[in-house]
């Protein structure tokens, strides 16, 4: 699965659903279905129906080498499935974030963010410099830090 080639086209909502060419990028922040893993589902985790989507993912960023991700999803998802999956090419770090902590006072669910850093290219020494800066959604500093143009 992991070696299976991946598509540079996607269907595109956004342009009536014709296929849309998905450019390089160093920086991915996305998430993947959670639907396996929440407490408001049948939590069947990889058993479930929507593995294939994150393993897709996962097939997409490996065969990228996409430096950065950022993946968001439910605090019950295991960790140690992204780090079975991507733990050789990647560092894998994950952490828990409550609504509140950005001032979303009036939502009330925990959220994992999994940050995904690329072996070899001096992230995983600078990950909580490239926390704060995608949290406080500034640019640069810290993607030149890495070599990253990100913007
Ligand atoms: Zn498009």
Sequence with gaps: MMTAPVSDYIHCKRHGGCLCKLLPSDLDISGFPCVDYSPAGKQLGVHGSSFPALLALCAWHRQRRTKLALLENVPEFPISVLEALMGDLYVVKPFYMEPSDSGCEFLSRMRVFILL????????QNYTSILRWLCLA?????????GLELW
């Design 117 to 124: 850093m690329l072996r070899g290219q001096g992230a995983s």
């Design 138 to 146: 500034t640019p640069p500093p810290v993607g030149k830090l890495l």
